[in-house]
């Protein structure tokens, strides 16, 4: 799943009610060697009785063997809860995954900061818009903070303490980044000069996406017609799962 830094611990909250789902209604991902960890936590003794017991009930079909596994498990007191709740989901050959837990996908700048170095918010009033207009994004940049180091165009500063910094590592190449870097830390450059190919990158940037845009602009039907592709796609997906989860829950009726 695409995200920036922001969402990720979206993303793992997620993941965990995805995992506790698979846990007590299916199977979560790895399920067989974490269940064979678990039984390994039981202790040398237990666990090969739990491999005789899941043995009995799986392959001769012994509910007794069952009942007895239950009891050696709801005794455990080294079982941690997750463990426990694997180990019957092995015993019965049960358990698949139902959902999949999604991964964060980053890239190598997963966090841009705003125009004043805090985090990039409307609220805070310190965005870039990706359809403003180019000249007014140029403004914007221009007076863009700075590391408050450099007072004076003869004070060195810091790269690191800098917003501007996150947008050359985002837009720059290296070489251009090797330039900041020494020409910040020596004074050899000033602040405006050193926004310059960003702010060359991101007016082009944003012209580009303007005109892109500006088709959909004047097409709203065209608009309507991939939005209701996109519903489609994603029902027949949702619906689907959602029979899954039904059938695992017990709620399905048809
Ligand atoms: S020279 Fe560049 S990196 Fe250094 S403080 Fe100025 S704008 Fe920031």
Redo the contacts with the bound molecule.
Sequence with gaps: MPVGEDQVAHVEITREIARRFNSIFGREQDFEAKAERAIKNLGAKNAAIYRDLRKGYQERGQDDALVRAHALLDGNSRLTLADRERLLGYLEGTGRTILNEPEALLTATPKVTGLDGRKMSKSYGNTIGMREDPDEVAKKLKTMQ??P??VRRTDP???E?????DL?KLYSDAQTQRW?DQ??RSAG???L???KPVIDRIVEEVTGMRQRAQEYEDNPDLVHGIIAEGCEKARAVAGQTLDDVKQAMGLAYR
């Design positions: 700075t590391d180091a450099r500063g810091n790269p303490k800098c917003p501007v910094w050359h900041v020409g910040c450059i000033g602040c000069e050193c926004k």
